[in-house]
Antibody, heavy 117, light 110 residues
């Protein structure tokens, strides 16, 4: 069974930092492009970042570039998202997602990040 | 990059069909055969229903079908059932490992 389990969400003040993690099982992590996708409360889906198989290719949503860093550890089957200089509009459920051009094929249940003073 | 445009809502009676559009530009929907559709029930993670414009993952009923013409993709749900009531989102590759989602459509089964 494919599983993606996110952790690390919580309440953080504007300007603060948070690190999200995702541990996967049930598929070959090292052969999968991975992403973070977010959903603000009551709003639609928004792609945030992607990383390739060995971490040598990364790309970001324009509004998070320079503040967020995606990384992976293939030995630990884990994906991370380091989020710095957080803003209120970063408040969302963050999903760990497997996939790339064809589709985002497998999703975790998400972890909620709330940026508020 | 702007979000792809979807109608906010669509509805149909059980057994009827509903079609949702997803309009982008030649830089995303029109430029790639990488359109996918996702179903999201309240409080749940999205689930892919269609990928590469018209392909169905295993386990997705053949009541769900996808197509594309120019810069607009469409999802059709035939033979509507109560469990089809959900939010639906399209997505597209937008070049250079960049992706964009649609604004979302709430489907109501009357």
């Amino acid at each position: 069974e494919v599983q993606l389990v996110e952790s690390g969400g919580g309440l953080v003040q504007p300007g603060g930092s948070l690190r999200l993690s995702c541990v996967v099982s049930g598929f070959t992590f090292s052969s999968s492009w991975m992403n973070w996708v977010r959903q603000a409360p009551g709003k639609g889906l928004e792609w945030v970042a992607i990383i390739n198989l060995d971490g040598s290719v990364k790309n970001y949503l324009d509004s998070v570039r320079g503040r967020f860093t995606i990384s992976r550890d293939n030995a630990q089957n884990s994906l991370s998202l380091q989020m710095n200089s957080l803003r209120a509009d970063d408040t969302a459920i963050y999903y760990c997602v497997r996939g790339s051009d064809a589709a985002f094929q497998s999703w975790g249940q998400g972890t909620l990040v709330t940026v508020s003073s | 990059q702007s979000a792809l445009t979807q109608p906010p809502s669509a509805s149909g009676s059980p057994g009827q069909s509903v079609t949702i559009s997803c309009t982008g530009t030649s830089s995303d929907v029109g430029g790639y055969n990488s359109v996918a559709w996702y179903q999201q029930h309240p409080g749940k993670a999205p689930k892919v229903m269609i990928y590469e414009v018209s392909k169905r993952p295993s386990g997705v009923p053949d009541r769900f079908s996808g197509s594309k013409s120019g810069n607009t993709a469409s999802l059709t749900v035939s033979g509507l059932q109560a469990e089809d009531e959900a939010d639906y989102y399209c997505s597209s590759h937008a070049g250079s490992h960049y992706y964009v989602f649609g604004t979302g459509t709430k489907v109501t089964v009357l």
